[in-house]
């Protein structure tokens, strides 16, 4: 009995027709399997530029919600300043620091942590 040997599939086969078919079976599956990385691929793309997409979004409302900061932190300094030429001194009391200017907000988060 002559035997045949795929290359392919690296396996011995009862005639020509087995190793065809074998070897069709395995380059279907071959396909298949590449298909998926490549569908993979894809989606892990699509995911990507869209969480790039919904970072920029979010870093440009950022963005303007800063420079309305900075503009009304311009406008208190001036008015306080006005204020202050005027009459001297100005004062206000709090119980809560987010009444205080941002730049004390780092040691806010500092003390929530030390806490």
Same mark, same amino acid.
């Given at each position: 009995?002559?035997?045949? !040997?795929?290359?392919?599939?690296?396996?011995? !086969?009862?005639?020509?027709?087995?190793?065809?078919?074998?070897?069709?079976?395995?380059?279907? +599956?071959?396909?298949?399997?590449?298909?998926?990385?490549?569908?993979? +691929?894809?989606?892990?793309? +699509?995911?990507?530029?869209?969480?790039?997409?919904?970072?920029?979004?979010?870093?440009?409302?950022?963005?303007?919600?800063?420079?309305?900061?900075?503009?009304?932190?311009?406008?208190?300094?001036?008015?306080?300043?006005?204020?202050? *030429?005027?009459?001297?001194?100005?004062?206000?009391?709090?119980?809560?620091?987010? *009444?205080?200017?941002?730049?004390?907000?780092?040691?806010?988060?500092?003390?929530?942590?030390?806490?």
């Amino acid at each position: 009995m002559i035997r045949i !040997y795929s290359d392919k599939t690296q396996k011995f !086969y009862n005639s020509i027709e087995e190793a065809n078919r074998a070897e069709f079976e395995a380059k279907e +599956a071959e396909n298949r399997q590449k298909i998926l990385a490549e569908r993979k +691929a894809a989606d892990e793309k +699509a995911r990507k530029e869209k969480e790039a997409a919904e970072r920029k979004a979010l870093a440009a409302e950022v963005e303007t919600a800063r420079q309305a900061m900075t503009k009304a932190q311009k406008a208190y300094k001036d008015k306080l300043t006005e204020f202050c *030429d005027k009459y001297g001194s100005y004062h206000y009391t709090t119980t809560s620091l987010d *009444d205080l200017p941002t730049l004390f907000s780092t040691f806010d988060e500092v003390f929530k942590k030390l806490l």
